[in-house]
């Protein structure tokens, strides 16, 4: 195979359905080899299973490609760890990172267990960040070494994150948690020659065929399906590419046939008395304020 990612080897989490899965498909059919990461878990992450792993590695080979499956949970040091390793023993190299793994636990916040609020962040902030910090530190190892990579991470944050999202707090507040992570970590990383961004999908999944089921259905009479997956991936392939040089501390919206970049929080109207308000003030000062902005856009699925 040959394409944008011929020579370089991708690590894709949660890579054994939905998004991952397209991901890892396009990666390989642009030449790259993959390292297919899943834990095979249940929507709520009960379980694992080798299974979904290994069969997009049977179909990434099948088409010529060349591919190897990783189930270790990347939410651990020796998980995260492992997934370098792997890359590295397998195919000698690691030259892009795409953090997808997630899985949903939905609830409204009243109603938001503690165990829930911590799983969710545990497999989405700390997924992303483990193999993020194991995979920037081969890369910076090589920089010092005199062989600066071109490496490229690919965190996945939301909509939700990006806007909030009704009755999902905690997997919003972790994918907010992960365009953080993204910033923070491109101006970092990048002397090291180590690009990361993120992506802001909507695309059917496992986690968003129940939740937004009307939105997320396929047409039912053909025609370009939208909420496919596979229309995603090709925004991730070029990211992570040697062709994005340049591009880096970006989130990107990725939906069906359109792309967006975002712009996140940027100052606004200001007042300034240049001494300090009493409350009052401060209530009419703020009043101002939103008189002169801009409306908000809509959390997902208020009312």
Known sequence: MAGICTGRVVAVTGAGRGLGRAHALAFAAEGARVVVNDLGVGLDGSGTSGGPAQAVVDEITARGGQA????RDIATTSGAASLVANALDTFGRLDTLVNN???LRDRMLVNLDEDDW???MRVHLKGHFLPLKHAAAHWRAEAKAGRTPQARVINTSSGAGLLGSVGQGNYAAAKAGIVGLTLVAAAEMGRYGIQVNAIAP???TRMTE???AATMAAPAGGGFDTMAPENVAPLAVWLGSAASEGVTGRVFEAEAGRITLMEGWRPGPTADKAARWSPAEAG???AGLLARA?????VYGAH
Do not use: I, Y
Request: aromatic share 8%; charged share 15%.
């Open 101 to 103: 793994a997630g899985f």
């Open 202 to 204: 909507a695309a059917r």
């Open 68 to 71: 190897v499956a990783h189930t």
């Open 294 to 298: 801009d409306p908000p856009l809509p």
């Open 118 to 120: 911590d799983a969710v």
């Open 210 to 212: 129940q939740t937004f």
């Open 284 to 286: 009419e000062a703020v």
